[in-house]
């Protein structure tokens, strides 16, 4: 059990990297609290894989340093490191049995069988494996398979953390529900820290406490899913969750007011610093509304997708796509709109990241 | 139920009759002559079964019999484990992967009688560079045309030497597909190397090396033209093996029929060992 944290940490894959291209993690400063649940969340590519292995030992950064409680770690293999690791792949031991694949990693240290025994019991009833411990382990579905590779990463009790490297890739869509709620569950009972890599944002959002959001080998967001949800730090996060993601409109800002085409839009409140750059506009689906003829941008239907709860309706104005998302009824493509902006939930982005800042009318 | 078009059996056709002329009628005039007595001018006389017990109680047979386990499971006890262990020591990627894949292949491009040649030039105690080392350096006397244990030993070495190649890259095509995350994960669970090849690499290797003990099996249980040119299965009887023998019966001796019978015994062996080794290794697979 340990504070992690990650100091002024960079790497590179090549010898000798030159620009920031060249690093698949940029500057990465971050403290994982004891306990949490954590997600990394963020797309294939972005470095959270690298970051993974990093903690665990598997690779060596090529700048910085890792604190396990302020006990410098950089230079520890795996082994020593005490932490466990949950593969994307399930990893078994074939020849084994179920048993003795979750003993596996405390008879390597040495453990007494009585408390092997009893670990080993205490952790398979928390994953209902119980029946199948006199199994081959090798006969197993992937999902219990998935399951065995859990086991062993939280057999250990005393684990600093314990981290899941988008285990659940290979498992059937029905199993996915059930070994994800299973791992929340399994949080709440050992308490362990535990962070959770996906590029899946359900996973993430489901999972975890914190979500820290990476792109191209750099931190964007860290926060809790309402905060990642209502108050995108970045259009990245914006775009990457939600369903569909954020409205980002290119605007125009004179004297700290907003301009969506002609029309000026009412944000959260004022800007947090005058500056130059590409100024946006963020509003997310579900705080827009759509009228026959109110106030507001003026729009034309194009689509009305009806995707069960509610309905996505796409709309144009001033030749941008804006999605909404409304309850009940929905105007027909082809319709003459207007839509308006949630002013609470209207963010001005500067280069991407968040300008405005809250506290302005309802 | 839906009438089947059993045309398709035609296209096996070609397939059966070319087995039918280069394996299953050959093979029935040997089965042909083992239970016939023929003294020339294709004039065959009905033998039954005596041939068959001729060989199965010759003391020569015997001994030809034991000279070819003792062989077979000799070079088995070593190039398994020796190929296994280069195979583990091979890198996994980098420059050297191909050098060494090409340096490991290249015994087994050599044609067998030149193996048997190039081994037989080797050793002579006067001229061959390993012949004469051993007897004129190191002064240790070694000649294979002499001694049955100097014969003995070149011709494993020369087996080992030929073809432990071959189960060194079946191991190592076995390693090689290994996931990283399987050595990742044992890293993690703190497993010692004995546990890792134990646990992860052995397994992993398992089905690889089943064909590569099958593929050493019968090849040495079959093995002719290597120590036939490379000691003649002298001195006198010592390394006669089952296939040299055979072929002094059959083609020294013309002795058709006691050859057949022995031919075929020969077979049955090699058939009936394969298939349980075969069996044995496999039938734990399914097992829960």
Redesign the interface.
């Given at each position: 059990m340990a504070q992690i944290k990650l100091s002024n940490l960079r790497h590179s894959y090549r010898p000798d990297p030159r620009g920031d291209d060249d690093y698949a993690l940029k500057k990465i400063d971050l403290t994982w609290e004891d306990g949490g649940a954590y997600a990394l969340l963020g797309p294939s590519g972005c470095g959270k894989s690298t970051l993974l292995?990093i903690i665990?030992g598997?690779l060596v950064p090529s700048e910085g340093r890792i604190l396990f409680d302020d006990q410098d770690v950089t230079a520890l293999?795996?082994?020593r490191r005490n932490?466990?690791?949950v593969?994307?792949?399930p990893?078994i031991?074939?020849?084994?049995t179920v048993y003795d694949n979750l003993a596996?990693?405390l008879r390597?240290?040495g453990r007494d069988e009585d408390i092997v025994r009893q670990r080993v019991m205490a952790i398979a009833e928390m994953l209902e494996v119980s029946d199948m411990l006199n199994?081959?382990a090798a006969?197993l579905s992937p999902d219990n398979k998935q399951k065995i590779?859990m086991g062993?990463g939280l057999v250990r009790e005393d684990v600093n953390v314990v981290m899941f490297d988008e285990p659940l890739t290979v498992i059937d869509p029905h199993l996915k529900w059930k070994l994800r709620s299973k791992l929340k569950e399994l949080h709440q009972r050992v308490k362990a820290t535990m962070i959770y890599v996906t590029h899946d944002q359900t996973e993430a959002l489901t999972f975890a406490d914190q979500v820290v959001v990476m792109q191209d080998g750099e931190v964007v967001q860290i926060g809790t899913p309402v905060d990642l949800f209502e108050r995108p730090a970045h259009t990245f996060v914006g775009h990457f969750i939600g369903s569909p993601g954020m409205n980002v409109l290119p605007c125009d800002v004179r004297g700290g007011v907003a301009f969506f085409g002609d029309k000026e839009l009412d944000l959260e409140g004022p800007l947090a610093k005058a500056g130059e750059g590409r100024a946006e506009v963020g509003i997310r689906p579900e705080f827009v509304s759509i009228s026959g003829n109110g106030p507001g941008v003026p729009a034309t239907v194009r689509k009305v997708s009806d995707v069960g709860r509610h309905k996505v309706v796409e709309a144009i104005a001033f030749d941008q796509r804006v999605h909404a998302i409304l309850e009940g009824e929905a105007p027909n493509a082809g319709d003459a709109v207007t839509l308006e902006f949630k002013r609470s939930q209207t963010r001005l982005y500067m280069d991407g990241w968040l300008a405005s800042t809250p506290g302005g009318g309802a | 139920m839906k009438k089947q078009n059993q045309r398709a059996w035609l296209f096996v056709l070609p397939v059966l009759l070319l087995v039918a002329f280069n394996a299953l009628i050959p093979m029935m005039t040997v089965v042909n002559y083992s239970v016939q007595e023929t003294f020339g001018d294709n004039l065959f006389f009905w033998e039954g079964l005596g041939w068959f017990e001729q060989i199965l109680r010759s003391e020569r047979f015997h001994a030809a019999l034991g000279r070819q386990l003792f062989f077979t499971v000799m070079i088995l006890i070593i190039e398994v484990p020796l190929g296994v262990a280069i195979a583990l020591a091979m890198p996994r990627q980098g420059f050297w992967v191909p050098f060494c894949l090409i340096t490991m292949a290249l015994p087994m491009l050599i044609p067998w009688n030149v193996v048997g040649a190039m081994w037989n030039i080797f050793t002579l105690p006067d001229i061959g560079l390993l012949g004469y080392f051993m007897n004129h350096t190191l002064g240790i006397s070694y000649d294979m045309t002499q001694d049955p244990v100097a014969a003995w030993v070149t011709i494993i070495v020369m087996d080992v030497w030929h073809w432990t190649s071959l189960v060194v890259l079946l191991a190592y095509a076995g390693l090689v597909s290994i996931?990283n995350?399987?050595y990742?994960?044992a890293?993690?669970?703190?497993?010692?190397n004995w546990?890792v090849f134990r646990?992860?690499q052995l397994?992993?290797m398992k089905t690889v090396l089943t064909i590569a003990v099958l593929l050493r099996f019968m090849d040495s249980f079959n093995i002719y033209t290597e120590p036939f040119v490379l000691t003649g299965g002298g001195p006198g009887n010592s390394t006669t093996l089952l296939s040299i023998d055979l072929v002094k019966i059959a083609l020294g001796q013309f002795d058709l029929g006691p050859a057949a019978a022995m031919s075929l015994i020969y077979f049955a062996i090699t058939l009936l060992a394969s298939w349980l080794f075969y069996t044995l290794m496999t039938m734990n697979d399914?097992?829960?």
């Open positions: 292995n665990s598997l293999p795996p082994a932490i466990a690791q593969f994307q792949f990893v031991y074939d020849t084994m596996f990693p390597n240290r199994t081959r006969n590779s062993r | 996931p995350a399987y990742q994960a890293e993690i669970d703190g497993a010692s546990a646990f992860i397994p992993k399914n097992k829960a």
